[in-house]
């Protein structure tokens, strides 16, 4: 980090604030120019309040020049982090298809699309269970029920599964589920986070609909940090001014994050586009991209859903998007 002194300074001043942040163990690296002083902040600045530093009377400006991020960041741990689900491996050239409606509706309908997305060469089933709904009065999901639902869908079909938590006082009910899941709109539930991150668990972490790349990092830091670091990252869309897609593919956060991590990096063309017709390019576009991994919504009936029918596709059409989106890898590798 750099701090840039005004220029009337005083040494006084200028002591005091050396003292200040050498109390921070912070080494302190001084270099006076004609017009300024430039003070470079060396060690673990993680701590650092960068805006109260900013708001001090004699500093000009603050910069960071490393990273928050450190046990998400690629220059700390140069190798690609791969996460296992048994048999199942996402990241370090391993690819998974992540496939399944956006809610658990009856044991019927889950085995139903299960047994669909396995035969179409699905490696994990999806499948929400507790809905984070924009309106109280839309269905929220079968809970723990829809938990037990997935888990019948997982005996049936050998298919590992991904649900979302949405609060750490259902945990208990999490302890089957392979990947939990985090959706964009708990991506800063710190709780949460820390909670998720004294488990050994595999996470699924949304990118919220209003969030940068780096705060994305930090949220998969506030996990690691507790000791888990079986963290996959979704890019599902972020919220622009552009209105005929749900949300605005980002498709370049996933060269941007395989540069800033060594995390692997799933893309949701569902939920990023909002519409059914959307997402068999943007599957296509995220593995030309070389993302890690693609999750998509597929319902045995989409216009009959209890949630997102407009974005899901039919089995039939989960098949054709596949066989197009592993093509493609093979002519990346
Ligand atoms: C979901 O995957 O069902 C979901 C709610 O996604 P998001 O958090 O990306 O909106
Ligand atoms: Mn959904």
Known sequence: ??????????????????????????DVHISDGDEFTVLGLIGDTTRVDMELLNSLEIVESVKRVSEPFKQANRKFHPDDTVVSIGDVKIGGGHFAMIAGPCSVESEEQIIEVAQAVKA???????????????????????????????????????????????TTRSLDLFEDVDIIQVGARNMQNFDLLQELGKTHK????????????????????????????????????IRTYEHYTRNTLDLSAIPVLHELTHLPVVIDPSHATGKASLVPSMAAAAAAADADGIMIEVHNNPSRAL???????????????????????????
């Open 120 to 166: 179409a060469g699905a490696d994990i089933l999806r499948g929400g269970a507790f809905k984070p709904r924009t309106s109280p009065y839309a269905f929220q999901g079968l809970k723990g029920e829809g938990i037990r639902m997935l888990l019948e869908a997982k005996q049936a079909t050998g298919l590992p599964i991904i649900t979302e938590i949405m």
């Open 1 to 26: 980090m750099i701090a840039i002194l005004k220029r009337e300074t005083t040494p006084e001043q200028k002591a005091h604030l050396i003292d200040w942040l050498k109390h921070m163990n912070l």
């Open 202 to 237: 595999p996470i699924l972490l949304k990118r919220g609909l209003a969030n940068t790349l780096q705060e994305l990092l930090m949220s998969a830091e506030y996990i690691m940090s507790e000791g888990n670091e079986n963290i996959i990252l979704c890019e599902r869309g």
């Open 307 to 333: 949630c997102d029918g407009a974005q899901s596709l039919t089995p039939e059409q989960f098949d054709q998007v596949n066989k197009k989106v592993q093509k493609i890898r093979e002519a990346i590798r």
